[in-house]
């Protein structure tokens, strides 16, 4: 058999030969360094064998960043964790343990509870193990077999999940710790340089509420202590970062266990909500969008309609009036649906684009709700666009543009997802092959950097998912875009054409702030609080040095009244009030005392920076701030 190497050369092997054989017939250091196989772009074990005619990638401890490789060792790092435990808490039972983004966490059922000071422990049971040094080795067995075997161990998790599994059984051993697994590993974990837990948290057995609750265990490993320390390091800063903490001291919003996951917005918050919702106007003003405004509660008859019952209704508050069954609107498209078949309409309106940044409600569970990331009360800058079939691609295109200019505005790069058809869709094949096409086009169009996700699209149509880059390097998941060609049919909606004949109507379905609500947490993350001055919600703050220039100081506001200005003139000193504005992440912060004058005025940059400027100096630097 054959194999293709990352050079298109080819490497000739012995028939079922596995990833190492591969690695070794190239050389022994490379064999030994082998953490993984790439194999027709799917990950895949070394230990595995490959197939005739494949290309394959082999990675290795040296790479050190590549998120595959990292899979791996933290996949291993996952069990030595579970090995751990065991030891430490006999009679626990394990769940599962996945490698996840930063990291990997594992689920388990301990006799008694445990607690944060648990975790040291746990760890220094993980070094011992390093110090001794582990190999996984891996095995198939009929499904019997591994029932057996977890059987006897009490391990009914583990029981269960070989009864939803089809075909053999892999297994794979470290130590006297054999696991239920997939895959895949590192050979041995002499490339486990760093490893750290990180916290506990409560997860339902399989997500569900009505599961079993048990204790999830957080960590992360690298290949080297310095990555995990720079690591640590970004994780603190993200803390810093963190919406809940400064959204409560900036004094932005808060929110209220009398309606959980619903976020009460302050004034100073609402500055930021309403220059985004400038913004939002603004350009949708310019691209042609027409703002309109619908209902927030329709009967269940409707979203049947729209195909959202049965697929989002639990997602969504339901109410019965007058023997009637309604719901609280989770999405706008039903509402924009009946907004354009309130009449014929001719190709000569298309395209038609309606804007609403309407409220929105979703039933999400408790457990999921996360500050202004993950919300109930949900604020989309929703926008549907209905088309012709030869008009689709120019909309795309034209959205995808606008995301580049919205997101560029904040200092973030966009990049994509291609969400491809799942399982469960709604309409032909050759439907869904004409939308994806158009979608991809788009992005390649727009030059945006994308990915597959295979089967992630919506139900009723592909969709592009856009990321931002923040200032620490997180991608977070914004707008979205999704090209839609069965609500139209479902409401019965067409259009006539010039040769006067009904025709198929096409919607494209976007939001690109995602929601207001997420778009501003991330924001705050994303600046640490110290927003940009035509977003700051207090831009400036005067503080008279004594009571007897407050006079003086409230004029000099008022000179700055164009901007959002505010006078400090609390009995504190001088030097608390001017920490009070660098804790509040003020930009500018003017002191007035007996030296100062319009023509020499004391201003204190957000970081410490001071200088001396006269009014007019200063209002024509922050006219220029201001623009956006």
Not at 22 to 47: F, M
Not at 354 to 366: C, D, M, Q, S
């Amino acid at each position: 058999m054959r194999v293709i190497l990352p050079d298109s050369s080819e490497l000739e092997l012995p028939e079922g030969a596995t990833g190492l054989d591969a690695a070794a017939a190239i050389g022994p250091k490379l064999a030994k360094e082998a953490v993984l196989v790439r194999a027709n772009g799917r990950v895949q074990d070394v230990r595995l064998p490959l197939e005739d005619g494949q290309p394959i990638q082999i990675l290795t401890t040296r790479d050190t960043e590549d998120p595959d490789a990292l899979y791996v060792l933290r996949h291993s790092a996952a069990h030595l964790l579970a090995e751990a435990v065991r030891r430490l808490y006999p009679g626990t039972k394990i769940a599962i343990g996945p490698p996840i983004e930063n990291g990997f966490y594992y689920d388990f059922e301990f006799p008694e509870p445990i607690g944060e000071d648990a975790l040291e422990k746990i760890e220094a049971e993980i070094q011992r193990e390093l110090k001794e040094g582990r190999a996984w080795e891996r095995q198939e067995v009929a499904a019997d077999e591994a029932k057996r075997l977890f059987a006897e161990q009490g391990e009914d998790y583990k029981v269960e999940l070989v009864d939803t599994a089809e075909g053999d059984i892999s297994l794979y051993t470290q130590g006297d710790f054999t696991d239920l697994c997939r895959g895949p590993h590192l050979q041995d974990s002499k490339p486990i340089k760093a490893i750290k837990l990180t916290g506990l948290a409560g997860a339902y057995w399989r997500g569900d509420e009505n599961n079993t609750q048990l204790t999830r265990i957080y960590g992360t490993a690298f290949y080297s202590q310095a990555d995990l320390d720079a690591y640590l390091e970004r994780v603190e800063e993200a803390k810093k970062r963190d919406h809940r903490r400064l959204g409560v001291q900036l004094d932005l919003v808060h929110f209220d266990e009398h309606s959980p996951g619903s976020p009460l917005w302050h004034p100073k918050g609402m500055v930021i909500w309403n220059e985004l919702e400038k913004i939002r106007k603004r350009e949708n003003d310019k691209r042609g969008y027409l703002e309109v405004k619908t209902p927030i509660i329709y009967n269940e008859e409707t979203f049947i309609t729209s195909g959202h019952f049965p697929t989002y209704e639990d997602l969504m508050f339901k109410l019965e009036v007058d023997e009637h069954r309604w719901a609280m609107k989770a999405m706008n498209c039903p509402g924009h649906m009946l907004l354009f078949g309130s009449k014929l309409r001719s190709y000569r309106e298309l395209p038609l684009r309606y804007a609403e940044p309407a409220p929105l409600h979703r039933n999400e569970i408790t457990g999921t709700l996360h500050g202004l990331l993950r919300v109930r009360h949900v604020t989309q800058d929703d926008a549907h666009i209905f088309v012709s079939q030869d008009q689709i691609q120019d909309e795309i295109a034209g959205v995808v543009d606008y995301a580049n200019y919205l997101y560029g505005l904040f200092g973030m790069t966009a990049s994509a997802e291609l969400a491809t058809r799942p399982d469960k869709k709604i309409g032909t094949d050759e439907q869904w092959d004409m939308t994806e096409a158009a979608l991809e086009e788009a992005v390649k169009l727009n030059e945006i950097p994308y990915e597959i996700a295979e089967g992630e699209g919506a139900f009723y149509g592909p969709k592009i998912d856009l990321f931002m880059d923040d200032a620490l390097g997180r991608k977070w998941q914004m707008g979205t875009i999704q090209l839609d060609s069965q609500m139209p049919s479902r409401f019965g909606l067409k259009y006539v054409g010039p040769d006067n004949t009904e025709h198929d109507l096409y919607v494209v379905h976007r939001a690109l702030y995602g929601s207001f609500e997420r778009f501003i947490g991330i924001l705050i993350e994303h600046y640490g609080g110290s927003f940009p001055f035509w977003l700051a919600p207090v831009q400036l703050r005067v503080i008279p040095v004594g009571a007897d220039h407050r006079e003086a100081a409230q004029a000099l506001a008022e000179k700055l009244g164009e901007f959002r200005v505010e006078v400090d003139d609390s009995d504190e000193t001088v030097g608390k009030r001017i920490r009070n504005a660098e804790v509040e992440k003020i930009p500018h912060v003017i002191v007035w005392g007996d030296k100062e004058s319009e023509d020499a005025l004391a201003v204190r940059e957000r970081g410490g920076e001071q200088s001396t400027k006269s009014l007019d100096a200063l209002l024509a630097e922050l006219r220029d701030a201001a623009k956006v």
